[in-house]
């Protein structure tokens, strides 16, 4: 697979107290993924790869087709947008992984999907 400039990703991730509890080492978090499309050419996204890594390095891998549900086509100059979420056992953890897609032509290209923190809020000072 070639890796391609083409694709941007950005992710926001936010801690969700009510769907957490603490006490049983369960800390519930969302994240939102944005893939903008730079390219002249449409892209789709077939599939994707996560590595889930809690505070105490313990790591989980999640693969699968498509996100939400969804193998959305994105075209030239746009962009989609979802949100899903993640359970670990400690309130810091990192997510990171790829995306697979495939451009007009059927070329297959993995976009790196950076790393990102989730984290409760009251632990950054």
Same mark, same amino acid.
Do not use: K
């Given at each position: 697979?070639?890796?391609?400039?083409?694709?941007?990703?950005?992710?926001?991730?936010?801690?969700?107290?009510?769907?957490?509890?603490?006490?049983?080492?369960?800390?519930?978090?969302?994240?939102?993924?944005?893939?903008r499309n730079l390219g002249r050419? &449409?892209?789709?996204?077939? #599939?994707?790869?996560?590595?889930? !890594?809690? *505070?105490?390095?313990? @790591? %989980?891998?999640?693969?699968?087709?498509?996100?939400?549900?969804?193998? &959305?086509?994105?075209?030239? #100059?746009?962009?989609?947008?979802? !949100?899903? *979420?993640?359970?670990? @056992? %400690?309130?810091?953890?990192?997510?990171?992984?790829?995306?697979?897609?495939?451009?007009e032509q059927g070329n297959a290209?993995?976009?790196?999907?950076?790393?990102?923190?989730?984290?409760?809020?009251?632990?950054?000072?």
């Amino acid at each position: 697979m070639l890796n391609s400039p083409r694709v941007c990703v950005q992710v926001q991730s936010v801690y969700i107290e009510s769907q957490s509890s603490p006490d049983e080492e369960r800390f519930v978090f969302a994240y939102t993924v944005t893939i903008r499309n730079l390219g002249r050419t &449409p892209v789709q996204l077939l #599939g994707r790869y996560w590595r889930i !890594t809690n *505070g105490n390095g313990r @790591e %989980t891998e999640v693969q699968g087709e498509g996100v939400i549900g969804e193998q &959305p086509l994105i075209a030239p #100059g746009s962009e989609f947008q979802y !949100t899903s *979420g993640a359970v670990i @056992e %400690t309130p810091l953890g990192t997510m990171e992984g790829n995306y697979h897609m495939v451009d007009e032509q059927g070329n297959a290209f993995s976009v790196a999907i950076p790393v990102f923190r989730l984290c409760v809020p009251t632990l950054i000072h």
